[in-house]
Protein backbone atom coordinates (compact mmCIF):
# COMPACT_ATOMS: atom_id res chain seq x y z
CA UNK A 1 0.00 0.00 0.00
CA UNK A 2 1.44 3.43 -0.98
CA UNK A 3 -0.23 6.67 0.82
CA UNK A 4 -1.28 9.12 -2.35
CA UNK A 5 -0.44 12.82 -1.89
CA UNK A 6 -3.57 13.76 -1.25
CA UNK A 7 -3.45 11.51 2.02
CA UNK A 8 -0.28 12.37 3.25
CA UNK A 9 -1.72 16.00 2.66
CA UNK A 10 -4.63 15.35 4.52
CA UNK A 11 -2.82 14.59 7.64
CA UNK A 12 -0.41 17.42 7.59
CA UNK A 13 -3.54 19.79 7.51
CA UNK A 14 -5.35 18.56 9.82
CA UNK A 15 -2.20 18.44 12.58
CA UNK A 16 -1.66 21.93 11.23
CA UNK A 17 -5.01 22.88 12.33
CA UNK A 18 -4.86 20.96 15.56
CA UNK A 19 -1.37 22.81 15.97
CA UNK A 20 -2.41 26.16 15.36
CA UNK A 21 -5.82 26.28 16.83
CA UNK A 22 -5.95 29.50 19.20
CA UNK A 23 -9.80 29.39 18.74
CA UNK A 24 -9.72 31.86 15.58
CA UNK A 25 -10.44 30.34 11.91
CA UNK A 26 -6.97 28.98 9.81
CA UNK A 27 -7.43 30.28 6.23
CA UNK A 28 -6.02 28.01 3.66
CA UNK A 29 -3.55 30.51 2.33
CA UNK A 30 -1.89 30.11 5.90
CA UNK A 31 -1.72 26.62 6.28
CA UNK A 32 -0.13 26.43 2.28
CA UNK A 33 2.88 28.46 3.87
CA UNK A 34 3.41 26.29 6.40
CA UNK A 35 2.98 23.56 4.79
CA UNK A 36 4.60 24.21 1.87
CA UNK A 37 1.77 22.99 -0.22
CA UNK A 38 -0.06 24.92 -3.07
CA UNK A 39 -3.30 26.44 -2.21
CA UNK A 40 -4.92 25.13 -5.36
CA UNK A 41 -4.13 21.41 -4.14
CA UNK A 42 -5.33 22.14 -0.81
CA UNK A 43 -8.36 23.36 -1.73
CA UNK A 44 -9.37 19.95 -3.18
CA UNK A 45 -7.73 18.08 -0.27
CA UNK A 46 -10.03 20.46 2.33
CA UNK A 47 -12.91 19.83 0.32
CA UNK A 48 -13.00 16.03 1.11
CA UNK A 49 -12.10 16.84 4.56
CA UNK A 50 -14.52 19.28 4.70
CA UNK A 51 -17.88 17.36 3.20
CA UNK A 52 -16.88 14.39 5.74
CA UNK A 53 -17.40 16.57 8.68
CA UNK A 54 -14.15 16.02 9.76
CA UNK A 55 -13.61 20.03 9.26
CA UNK A 56 -15.37 23.32 9.84
CA UNK A 57 -15.13 25.97 7.27
CA UNK A 58 -16.10 29.95 7.44
CA UNK A 59 -16.45 31.68 4.60
CA UNK A 60 -15.26 35.73 4.15
CA UNK A 61 -12.07 38.04 5.39
CA UNK A 62 -12.39 36.25 8.51
CA UNK A 63 -13.33 32.90 6.97
CA UNK A 64 -11.04 29.54 7.15
CA UNK A 65 -10.79 26.22 8.72
CA UNK A 66 -10.86 24.55 12.00
CA UNK A 67 -11.22 20.93 13.44
CA UNK A 68 -15.26 19.65 13.76
CA UNK A 69 -13.67 18.02 16.78
CA UNK A 70 -10.58 17.32 19.10
CA UNK A 71 -7.48 15.63 18.04
CA UNK A 72 -8.04 12.88 20.45
CA UNK A 73 -11.14 12.12 18.44
CA UNK A 74 -9.66 11.79 14.64
CA UNK A 75 -8.85 8.59 14.08
CA UNK A 76 -5.38 8.33 11.37
CA UNK A 77 -7.29 4.90 9.54
CA UNK A 78 -9.98 6.91 9.22
CA UNK A 79 -8.63 9.79 7.88
CA UNK A 80 -6.79 8.10 5.35
CA UNK A 81 -9.46 5.93 4.66
CA UNK A 82 -11.64 9.00 3.80
CA UNK A 83 -8.89 10.22 1.33
CA UNK A 84 -7.39 7.55 0.08
CA UNK A 85 -10.45 5.21 -0.24
CA UNK A 86 -9.17 2.67 1.39
CA UNK A 87 -6.36 0.85 2.75
CA UNK A 88 -6.35 -2.60 1.52
CA UNK A 89 -2.87 -3.82 0.32
CA UNK A 90 -4.38 -5.68 -2.70
CA UNK A 91 -7.08 -4.83 -4.95
CA UNK A 92 -9.22 -7.86 -4.02
CA UNK A 93 -10.00 -6.97 -0.52
CA UNK A 94 -10.91 -3.26 -1.48
CA UNK A 95 -14.82 -3.82 -1.31
CA UNK A 96 -16.40 -5.97 1.63
CA UNK A 97 -16.60 -9.22 -0.29
CA UNK A 98 -13.56 -10.38 -2.37
CA UNK A 99 -14.90 -10.53 -5.71
CA UNK A 100 -11.50 -12.83 -7.21
CA UNK A 101 -12.81 -15.39 -8.70
CA UNK A 102 -9.17 -17.08 -7.33
CA UNK A 103 -10.24 -16.54 -3.82
CA UNK A 104 -11.14 -19.89 -3.16
CA UNK A 105 -7.85 -21.28 -4.27
CA UNK A 106 -5.64 -18.25 -3.50
CA UNK A 107 -2.63 -19.41 -1.55
CA UNK A 108 -1.34 -16.04 -0.98
CA UNK A 109 -5.02 -14.61 0.00
CA UNK A 110 -4.26 -15.21 3.93
CA UNK A 111 -1.04 -13.07 3.44
CA UNK A 112 -3.18 -10.40 2.14
CA UNK A 113 -5.40 -10.30 4.66
CA UNK A 114 -3.41 -10.79 7.86
CA UNK A 115 -1.24 -7.49 6.05
CA UNK A 116 -4.72 -5.45 5.33
CA UNK A 117 -5.92 -6.20 8.80
CA UNK A 118 -2.14 -5.14 10.31
CA UNK A 119 -2.53 -1.86 8.26
CA UNK A 120 -6.28 -1.20 10.07
CA UNK A 121 -5.04 -2.28 13.65
CA UNK A 122 -1.84 0.09 13.28
CA UNK A 123 -3.25 2.91 11.93
CA UNK A 124 -7.03 2.84 13.87
CA UNK A 125 -4.90 3.05 17.11
CA UNK A 126 -3.51 6.34 16.44
CA UNK A 127 -5.05 9.67 16.39
CA UNK A 128 -4.05 13.16 15.85
CA UNK A 129 -2.89 13.93 19.47
CA UNK A 130 -1.13 10.78 19.74
CA UNK A 131 1.05 12.62 16.48
CA UNK A 132 1.08 15.75 17.96
CA UNK A 133 2.44 14.63 21.42
CA UNK A 134 5.06 11.90 19.43
CA UNK A 135 3.06 9.21 21.07
CA UNK A 136 3.22 7.00 17.83
CA UNK A 137 4.04 3.21 18.69
CA UNK A 138 7.22 2.02 16.43
Same mark, same amino acid.
Given at each position: ?? *???????? /?? *?? &? +??? =?? +??? =?????? +? &???? =?????? %?? @??????????? /??????????? %???????? @? %????????????? #????? $??????? =? $???? @?? $? /?? /?????????? &?? +? %?????? #????? $??????
Amino acid at each position: MI *VSTKGRYA /LR *VM &I +DLA =QN +DQG =QWISLS +D &IAKR =QQISVK %YL @EAVIAVLNRAG /LVRSKMGKNGG %YRLAKAPE @E %YVIGDILRLTEGG #LAPVS $CLESETN =Q $CGRA @ES $C /LT /LPVWQELDRL &IG +D %YLDQIT #LADVL $CGHVKR
